[in-house]
Structures are given as C-alpha cells and as structure tokens.
C-alpha cells in the first residue's frame, strides 16, 4: 500500500532476514545460494526477500542468468539516516538530561562522603 | 509477525501518516484530536496509527481519561540510527568515488582550458 520512497525503505528494514542479508553485502557481493546457507530457509523464501530489497533499491543484481549477485546499494539507507538527522537532538537531549541527572546524584554522594568523613573528625577530634 | 524491537521500529516508519505524527511531536506534546487536524482522516485512524507508535515505543501517551497528550519517545530512532551507522561508510565511499570522478573531470577540463589557451598563445606568438 506505502509507495513512497522512505516507507518502501522501512518496510524493507523491518525484517530480520532482510538486515541480516544486507549485513552480509557489506563484505561483498553474493550469489542467492550464499545468502541462503546462514539462514534456515529455502531459496525461494529467501528470493522474495531479495525481491522486496531489490524494490526498494537497497540491492541490485548482476545480470548473468545462472550467476546473479546481489551487492548493497546503500543510497536509500542514506535517506533513512537523513530522515533520522531530525530527532537526533531528541535523543541526544534525554541523554543530557540523564547526565545531568547522573551528575548530580555523584555530587549528592560525594558531599554525603564529605559529611560522613567530617562526621567522623568531628567524632575522632 | 514481527517480534524483535528493530523491526517493529521501521514497521512503525514505514507509513508517511505516522512519520508525520513524529514530525508534529518534534514541537512538543498534542492530544489526538490535534494531531488528527492536518490529516483528513478520522479519529478512528489516527487512533490506530498512534497505538502502532506506542507499541513501538516511539511515543508515549498521558494517563488523564479526557486529555491524553502524546509526547515523542526518541530511543527507538537512536537505536534505528545505530543500526544505519555500519552502512555510512558504503554511502560515504560512493560519494568519494563521485567526488573522484568530479575531480578528475574538472582537472580533465582544466587541462584542456589550458590547452587552448596555450594553442591561442602559440598562434598569437
């Protein structure tokens, strides 16, 4: 039903089979067979995976009819990161704001540690 | 079908209606009946667009019966943008290699530039 660009790309992303195979590009080229073998599959269920990933253009095909490796193409994955760029200060925010958090339960500890060995001069003294 | 938390993430962005949701909760909290505004669509639908969000974790909804603003939850994207993060170096090198190619063209294009002009010159000397 999605026919625009970035949602074909994250429908194809959201399949584990379909990282994995992607995962296994980024060492090079591959025939079907070996892209099968990691995975417990059949070569056509693993084919119709690489139909959705060919479709959204995340890889392509050699042409040779019996030999036809998949490499990665990585452009519509520059798309989705780019999509992404946006929220980064969202998350990045929280994580100020845990550091923030964090930040201040040390310096709590630390002045308890403080009080704790004056706390103990005061007793020694 | 999809279980593991990456893939319920990208399914989740694969529709353009909840990406714009996400988009609208960059500029703070709404309920639903103000996220439904920009759309022609019914409540009904957003509805189920936003109980697909937060099943994904990526936003999260108050407790109050009548009011129940939704608030954008980054951690899913950062984790999304982990996953892209392995994949940057193969859009990175195709944009080294156009640059490359453009470099070339343009010295390619220099060099003939100075070409004529050195013809020009030999005809005019």
Redesign the interface.
């Given at each position: 039903m999605?026919t625009?660009t970035?949602?074909?790309?994250?429908?194809a992303?959201?399949?584990?089979t379909r990282?994995a195979i992607?995962?296994r590009l980024?060492s090079g080229e591959a025939s079907v067979t070996e892209l099968a073998q990691p995975f417990e599959m059949t070569l056509p269920a693993v084919s119709k995976h690489l139909k959705v990933l060919e479709r959204a253009g995340l890889i392509a095909r050699g042409r040779e009819a019996q030999w036809r490796p998949c490499r990665?193409k990585?452009?519509p994955?520059?798309d989705?990161?780019d999509?992404?760029e946006?929220?980064?200060r969202?998350?990045e925010e929280?994580f100020d704001r845990l550091d923030e958090y964090l930040g201040e339960i040390q310096k709590r500890e630390k002045k308890q540690g403080h009080n704790t060995s004056q706390e103990k001069e005061d007793k020694d003294g």
């Open positions: 999605t625009d970035l949602s074909t790309t994250f429908a992303l959201a399949d584990p990282r992607l995962a980024t990665l990585a452009g994955l520059k989705a990161d999509w992404l946006r929220y980064r969202f998350w929280s």
